[in-house]
């Protein structure tokens, strides 16, 4: 069983940054994919950002340029940067690890921007 937490989620201002935390039970060279997703009320859940295997990203449209996926292998730890956050950007983020095919998830952490 892969174990994943997230955190670093809070309320922030427009224009504002965090950085979010994910960390595996596991390299997080191991998995097929490893990244971010979020749901905001009443949508469905959308991917953010992730890393593929061999270590290729793939990001949103909406979060180009502004959020940026990063690990750190030794720490099994991958990390969500994001900047110049807008209200749309409000939403439950999850971090997910796909191992062969199964999909593991954390709790989830709650990001509100919000003047």
């Known amino acids: 069983q892969v174990q994943v937490v997230e955190s670093g989620g809070g309320l922030v201002q427009p224009g504002g940054f965090l950085r979010l935390s994910c960390v595996v039970s596991?390299?997080?060279?191991?998995?097929?994919?490893i990244g971010w997703y979020r749901q905001a009320p009443g949508k469905k859940r959308e991917l953010v950002a992730t890393?593929?295997?061999?270590?290729?990203?793939n990001y949103a449209d909406s979060v180009k340029g502004r959020f940026t996926i990063s690990r750190d292998v030794a720490e099994n730890t991958v990390y969500l940067q994001m900047n110049s956050l807008k209200p749309e950007d409000t939403a439950v983020y999850y971090c997910?690890?796909?191992?062969?095919?199964?999909?593991?998830w954390g709790q989830g952490t709650q990001v509100t921007v919000s003047s």
């Open positions: 596991g390299s997080t060279l191991s998995f097929s994919a």
């Open positions: 890393f593929r295997r061999g270590g290729s990203t």
């Open positions: 997910n690890a796909q191992l062969y095919s199964t999909n593991y």
